[in-house]
């Protein structure tokens, strides 16, 4: 994921959520995620051994080449056992997500290639 990413990063949407944003360094690499479906709430909810049922957001976002995900935070944040109150500290997992087929960042392609 890092090879065609230009940024993977977790916050909170709400004390109650949290986002996973990942903007592609290139068109191709965006179209070519969206197209196979490689990150979708199965891989979300193994990444972050979500339960089965819990709601899983995926949405894409054509004109920033990017992909968001929202899903239940387990605890709220700031309450007793939160150990990132602003949730930016989870966008590990999606760190070393392997892709399949997608064409690894080109530093001399057009980033609207």
Known sequence: MVDIASVIRSKNSGPFEMTLDIVFKT????????????????????????????????????PAFAIKVT???RIASGSLGDTDIYGAQQHAPLLTLEIDGVSAFDPSASPHS
């Open 27 to 62: 068109k191709r690499a965006y179209d070519e995620v969206k197209a196979s479906k490689a990150i979708s709430a199965g891989v979300i909810s193994r990444l972050y051994g979500i339960e089965k049922g819990v709601p899983i957001e995926v949405r894409s976002f054509d």
């Open 71 to 73: 899903f239940p935070r």
